[in-house]
């Protein structure tokens, strides 16, 4: 009988996060959840962030801080 083979793909970021600016208020709620995802503009106070892939481990955070956004100004791809 053949046995079933584990599933051994590793996960590999390819969720890509991005602020909308004309939408984004700078309430900061998203940055103070996620600083090392969303990071804030000095002198406009909206939020952005850089074209990385999210880190496989922050995934689920970054969907929540989405989700969290009273303006839905950050918008998830894949
Ligand atoms: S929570 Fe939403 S509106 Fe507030 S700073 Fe973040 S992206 Fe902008």
Redesign the pocket.
């Known amino acids: 009988m053949k046995e079933e083979s584990m599933d051994t793909t590793t996960k590999v970021g390819r969720l890509y996060v991005e602020?909308d600016q004309s939408?984004?208020?700078?309430?900061?709620?998203?940055?103070r959840a996620l600083p090392e995802v969303?990071l804030s503009d000095d002198e406009t106070g909206?939020?952005y962030t850089t074209n990385e892939p999210v880190p496989p481990e922050l995934e689920d955070e970054v969907k929540a801080?989405a989700s969290?956004?009273?303006?839905r100004?950050?918008r998830l791809r894949s």
């Open positions: 602020v939408v984004c208020q700078g309430h900061a709620l998203c940055h969303f909206l939020s801080a969290n956004c009273p303006e100004a950050i």
